[in-house]
């Protein structure tokens, strides 16, 4: 079953705005992940935020994480033509089941166009 | 800086044919997994590997199979291929020492099965 559902599903800006992408998950994490993947590429890691974080800056990214609301959301600033790829969030669960089972749980992505 | 290595890239197959798909990790990483990504889909997580011993199972469908050899490269086999086998593998590895970190993804290997 699926961990997170990312919204919005597609998103369309201009060059040089801001691009808000928020993702919910479903189970007690250990960390969230977050990842980009240009069409039918491999995937990038883009920045890790822990489950006893709220606020972690890379770069022109910023993630919060709210682990009460088990969402977090990935901010792009400045926003550049080459940011145009699909975003995943993705998780790695809470619970410790021997070394190896940190296998990471998907959310469904967000596909970000910006328009030069 | 060493990536996560796979091959082949693509891999063209018929309707129960099969097919084995290789990964090499970075150097002195200790832990690798298996990926499916089908077309639009987010990834799912197959199979792990720790040590070269299986380490957790996902979404794997029993006509998979997987190993970690000695030298730490890992062979995802695929047997009785079926069309919705037709997805992106990925493969990761990383390193557990200190708890769950970044996976460093590798490029991917495109099946089609026709």
């Known amino acids: 079953s699926q961990q997170g559902e990312e919204d919005p599903q597609a998103l369309s800006i201009q060059e040089g705005e801001n691009a808000t992408m928020n993702c919910s998950y479903k189970t007690s994490i250990n960390n969230l992940q977050w990842y980009r993947q240009n069409s039918g590429r491999g995937l990038v890691h883009l920045i890790l935020?822990?489950?006893?974080?709220r606020e972690k800056h890379s770069g022109r990214l910023r993630v919060t994480l709210d682990t009460s609301k088990k969402s977090s959301s990935l901010l792009i600033t400045a926003s550049r033509a080459a940011d145009t790829a699909s975003y995943f969030c993705?998780?790695?669960?809470?619970?410790?089941?021997?070394?190896?089972?940190?296998?990471?749980?998907f959310g469904k992505g967000t596909k970000l166009s910006v328009i030069p | 800086a060493a990536g996560v290595i796979q091959s082949p890239r693509h891999l063209i197959k018929e309707k129960r044919e099969t097919a084995t798909l290789k990964c090499y990790p970075i150097p002195r990483h200790d832990t690798v997994y298996w990926y499916q990504q089908g077309p639009g889909q987010d990834p799912q997580f197959l199979i792990s590997?720790?040590?070269?011993?299986?380490?957790d199972k996902g979404s794997i469908p029993d006509r998979f199979s997987a190993q970690q050899f000695s030298d730490y490269h890992s062979e995802l086999n695929m047997s009785s291929l079926e069309l919705g086998d037709s997805a992106l593998y990925f493969c990761?590895?990383?390193?557990?020492?200190?708890?769950?970190?970044?996976?460093?993804f590798g490029p991917g290997t495109r099946l089609t099965v026709l």
């Open positions: 590997f720790y040590e070269k011993m299986q380490s």
């Open positions: 990761a590895s990383s390193l557990v020492l200190a708890g769950p970190e970044e996976q460093f």
């Open positions: 993705a998780t790695v669960r809470a619970a410790y089941s021997g070394a190896g089972s940190y296998q990471l749980t």
């Open positions: 935020i822990r489950s006893n974080e």
